[in-house]
């Protein structure tokens, strides 16, 4: 089993950063692909960004591509999701998971899933 949790979530004008942090115990998470996704009200959860398990290979949606970074720390056990030039339109609650897969952007291929933390950007 593993545990994600997820911080780092806040209110935040539009034009500002934020980076969220996915703490993961319970085992290693370094042979596991990470992801972020994310769900808005009234829509489906929805990819975000990748990072497969040596960090060097990243994959972001084309709606945040540009503005968002993944990475991750295995010595921390930990993967991270830094926002820039955030956007209205990226209000959500982000969530982390793991994927035992080698690149996943799909919900299904993922198996454990932190609780999410809540992102509000104004206007």
């Known amino acids: 089993q593993v545990q994600l949790v997820e911080s780092g979530g806040g209110l935040v004008q539009a034009g500002g950063s934020l980076t969220l942090a996915c703490a993961a115990s319970g085992r290693t998470v370094s042979s596991y692909y990470m992801g972020w996704f994310r769900q808005a009200p009234g829509k489906a959860r929805e990819f975000v960004a990748g990072?497969?398990?040596?960090?060097?290979?990243?994959y972001y949606a084309g709606s945040v591509k540009g503005r968002f970074t993944i990475s991750r720390d295995h010595a921390k056990n930990m993967a991270y999701l830094r926002m820039d030039s955030l956007k209205p339109e990226d209000t959500a609650i982000y969530s982390c998971a793991v994927s035992p897969s080698t690149y996943g952007s799909q919900e299904n291929q993922y198996d454990f899933w932190g609780q999410g933390t809540q992102v509000t950007v104004a206007s």
């Open positions: 990072v497969n398990r040596d960090g060097s290979g990243t």
